[in-house]
């Protein structure tokens, strides 16, 4: 068991506790001494006059060697947890992004969560422990956002551009909601108190998986890698994802909490798959930093090697409105945690080849929609040329 407040439930190899909790403080959308553009500064172009001004939205065409039939459909190049779950959702929509590069437009739901990680990894990398204050941790985040209205005036526009300038309102809304989950966040953990710093931030996991006929890469980006130690005096890796959606609501049969508990979980356990196999040819051998007590004593810890113990989902929002915090026990030994990755390794290999297999016939109705309302395959296909992906063509 983990050293620290938290109570853990071991069931399955699952740390099935859920903590909740919920950010009451005012919010505060301006920074007072600091120069940090704030939410109520809108950001134009100065010759922009109105959407008129904007090019009209891009049109996708088939490379012209696709066709529906006989024709040749180029390889992907890799795999990673987001790709797989998504053919595993909905081939088509993987067809879509993965292999004809289609782009969803940003969305301000989609970039509330990129500003939120750029702040949060910014506030663990360039701020000392005693400065990582909810004031400075707000400030990250509207310099993140001014950052990115600068450098993607277009998208900004979209998204909060009216004929005759922005929606100010609506982005500071926006802004709200944002600082609003980055509450929900400190509501969590005090990031002057952990018990140590974060090993490794925005980490870049890769390596190269074996299927029946072909080597492919995996590869992905774990959000924050912690040294913890346990009540035995054992220090062991946890990667922490944070995630800017709602966490799943577990109001289910035992049965069915299990399954959404084990998806939730499963893109980490890709990420701790990577880190091992990574961690083979790397020239570390184990990872070390200074463990806080409780009672303020400071200590050097160095992890019993490179493997992943632990995972954690940083939930920002639940149907409350709260924070929430799910975790997970690979194993406490090492035999332990080899057999559940295993699995999510054939998993992995087992999605490659039904890619690969749909590929190779070079049909592209092969890859079918799903039903799911909301997924984003039904108006992707809207924005292609006519007669070459439309709901003639793939049903």
């Known amino acids: 068991m983990l050293c620290s407040s938290l109570s853990f439930c071991f069931r399955s190899q699952t740390l099935c506790s859920v903590h909740r909790v919920h950010a009451t403080r005012v919010l505060s959308t301006t920074s007072e001494g600091s120069d940090t553009p704030t939410f109520f500064e809108p950001l134009l172009p100065k ?22 039939g006989d024709g040749a459909l180029p ?18 929509s993987y067809l879509l992004r993965y292999i004809l590069n289609y782009k969803d437009p940003q969305t301000p739901v989609m970039l509330k969560g990129t500003i939120i990680h750029s702040a949060l990894e910014k506030l663990y ?22 950052d990115y209205k600068r450098t993607n005036s277009s998208s900004f526009l979209e998204m909060f551009g009216t ?76 990667i922490t994802d944070y995630k800017s959606g709602k966490a799943p609501n577990l109001k289910y049969s035992p049965a069915m909490n299990s399954k959404i508990r084990e998806e939730s979980f499963w893109q980490l356990k890709v990420y701790a798959l990577l880190h091992g196999l990574q961690s083979e040819t790397s020239k570390e051998k184990r990872y070390e930093a200074q463990v806080v ?9 160095s992890s019993g090697g490179l493997g992943v113990r632990y995972l954690r989902l940083i939930y920002l929002n639940n149907i409350n409105g ?35 297999e749909l590929v190779e016939k070079g049909d592209i109705k092969e890859f079918r929609h799903c039903e799911r309302k909301f997924c984003g395959c039904h108006k992707a296909r809207e924005v292609f040329v006519d007669g070459t992906l439309s709901e003639e063509i793939i049903k």
């Open 47 to 68: 010759n922009f006059t109105g959407f008129s001004n904007l090019p009209p939205t891009r049109s996708y065409t088939l490379p012209p060697d696709v066709t529906t």
């Open 75 to 92: 390889f992907p190049k890799s795999l990673s947890p987001s790709s797989a779950l998504e053919f595993n959702k909905c081939p088509q």
């Open 125 to 146: 990398k360039d701020v000392r422990r005693p400065d990582r204050t909810r004031q400075r941790l707000h400030d990250l985040l509207r310099q993140s956002w001014s």
């Open 163 to 238: 004929d005759s300038g922005t929606d100010v309102q609506a982005e500071i809304e926006w802004g709200k909601s944002a600082l609003s989950l980055l509450d929900n966040y400190l509501e969590i953990e005090d990031p002057r108190s952990l018990p140590s710093d974060p090993v490794g931030l925005e980490k870049w996991v890769k390596s190269n998986l074996t299927s029946s006929s072909s080597t492919f890469l995996v590869r992905g980006i774990i959000d924050r890698l912690d040294l913890v130690q346990t009540d035995r005096g054992s220090v062991d890796l946890r």
């Open 293 to 301: 007590s409780d009672e303020g004593n400071s200590t050097k810890f």
């Open 322 to 356: 709260e924070g929430e915090v799910m975790e997970y026990d690979l194993g406490e030994t090492e035999e332990e945690r080899e057999e559940v990755l295993n699995v999510t390794r054939e998993e992995l290999v087992r999605t490659w080849e039904e890619i690969m």
